[in-house]
């Protein structure tokens, strides 16, 4: 069974930093383009960053230079490391695996304010 659950949020002040991961079951993340969304009260959910089995990246503009993806194979754990939080962030985030459109996790919460 294929299973994505997401950890890490929180309540974080303006300019600080927070680190998501995402825990992956019943598939190996290595082989699959993986990818991090977030959806803030009242909008749409948007993508926020992509890596490829490659390791090739992709971030939306709103996050360029602050938020890194990356992977941790042995893990079978995704990441997302932001930096330089702006309370426009706040939303939850979710981890996705493309080839498993179907398969959301719950979710994790990140709220930044003073």
């Known amino acids: 069974q294929v299973q994505l659950v997401e950890s890490g949020g929180g309540l974080v002040q303006p300019g600080g930093s927070l680190r998501l991961s995402c825990a992956a079951s019943?598939?190996?993340?290595?082989?699959?383009?993986m990818r991090w969304y977030r959806q803030a009260p009242g909008k749409e959910r948007e993508l926020v960053a992509n890596i490829t089995p490659i390791r090739t990246t992709y971030y939306a503009d709103s996050v360029k230079g602050r938020f890194t993806i990356s992977r941790d194979n042995t893990k079978n754990t995704l990441y997302l490391q932001m930096n330089n939080l702006k309370p426009e962030d706040t939303a939850i985030y979710y981890c996705h695996a493309p080839g498993f459109p179907e398969v959301w996790g719950q979710g994790a919460l990140v709220t930044v304010s003073s």
């Open positions: 019943g598939f190996t993340i290595a082989a699959y383009t």
